[in-house]
């Protein structure tokens, strides 16, 4: 498992995609932006790309040769993009912090990158994950749908909270109000949010391991 991981770094994740979560994560410095912005960049230019790599290099029948099984291959897949993932949050909540340490007065229209936003945070790679690996393994090849669907699933995820958080009082109160300083509120949305990202992801890796075992390769 180790060594297919380490092949799909090799061979599927340009090294552009090892320092892009950086750059983005950057972007967390711009005070009062539209901070989810920050992690979409992973779903709009990483994983089109990463696919769009595997599907040029003919990466799947290259490790179908492998003496390893199909649920092997797509264990490894979900790996990297998990990986992946994470590299961009833990750096998006490197330079939040720093956000949040620099600019403590700014008026922040959007939400702002306490825990409580990196609970939803989580909740929307989650959703992302579940449309686009039980998408996308239906055939390991296509991934034009796959990725337009499960970015539109996350998208319409950040803006129904977006618009609840600036629309309903109590939940108003929890990102903008006194609830930002109630620290077993926010750390328990951002528990929760870790939970539901892993559910969600480990929900989409089983159906698109009875999807993939149904592929022709």
Aim: glycine share 6%; net charge positive.
């Amino acid at each position: 498992m180790f060594n297919l991981i380490l092949k799909d770094f090799k061979i599927g994740v340009p090294r552009f995609f090892l320092i892009l979560p950086v750059l983005t994560g950057a972007l967390m410095l711009i005070p009062g932006w539209i901070y989810m912005v920050v992690l979409f960049y992973f779903c709009w230019i990483t994983i089109p790309n990463m696919l769009a790599g595997v599907r040029t290099q003919n990466d799947l029948m290259f490790t179908a040769l492998l003496p390893v099984t199909k649920s092997d291959i797509v264990k490894a897949k979900v790996s990297v993009i998990v990986i992946l993932e994470l590299l961009h949050i833990v750096f998006a909540i490197i330079f939040g912090m720093i956000n949040l340490s620099l600019y403590p007065d700014v008026v922040n229209y959007f939400f702002a990158p306490h825990m409580g936003f990196w609970g939803l945070c989580f909740v929307m790679l989650g959703i992302f994950n579940i449309f686009l690996l039980s998408l996308y393994y239906k055939t390991a090849y296509k991934y034009g749908v796959a990725t337009a669907v499960a970015i539109g699933g996350a998208m319409l995820f950040a803006v129904l909270t977006q618009w609840i958080a600036l629309q309903n009082s109590y939940v108003h109160d929890i990102f903008y109000g006194t609830g930002i300083d109630d620290t077993v509120v926010q750390l328990s949305i951002l528990i929760a949010g870790i939970l539901i990202f892993i559910a969600l992801t480990v929900i989409g890796y089983r159906m698109a391991n009875q999807r993939f075992l149904k592929v022709e390769i």
